[in-house]
C-alpha cells in the first residue's frame, strides 16, 4: 500500500498538490456562498407557498398590502391607499406578521 502512494506521490502528486488550493477555495465558496443562498431561496418559496388572505406581504418595489385574493401565479392585494394591485408571486419578499391587538 505504502509503495503504491509514494508511487502516486512521485510521479502524479505534482498536479494534484496544484489543484488542491482551487478545490479549497470552491469548497469554501460552496459552503459560505452557494449554501446559504440555496437555504434562503427555499425559505421564501415555502413562505410565499404558505401565503394565504389577510396575509400583510412586502413586494420588492416595497408596497406593503394585504392579500385579498390568491391565484396560481400571482397575489391580489390591498394596498394602503386603498388600491387592488395584482403582483406575481414572485415578487413577494417578506411577509409582515399580523397584529390582533389594535388599540
Not at 8 to 18: E, N, V
Not at 32 to 61: H, Y
Not at 72 to 88: P, W
Amino acid at each position: 500500500m505504502m509503495n503504491i502512494l509514494a508511487f502516486f506521490f512521485q510521479f502524479g502528486g505534482g498536479l494534484i498538490l496544484q489543484l488542491l488550493p482551487f478545490v479549497a477555495i470552491f469548497a469554501i465558496f460552496y459552503f459560505l456562498v452557494i449554501l446559504p443562498q440555496k437555504r434562503k431561496t427555499q425559505e421564501t418559496k415555502e413562505m410565499i407557498a404558505q401565503l394565504k388572505i389577510n396575509d400583510e406581504v412586502i413586494t420588492n418595489g416595497g408596497v406593503i398590502g394585504k392579500i385579498k385574493e390568491v391565484r396560481d401565479t400571482s397575489f391580489v392585494i390591498y394596498s394602503a391607499d386603498k388600491s387592488l394591485i395584482e403582483i406575481a408571486r414572485s415578487a413577494v419578499v417578506g411577509h409582515r406578521p399580523v397584529e390582533n391587538d389594535k388599540k
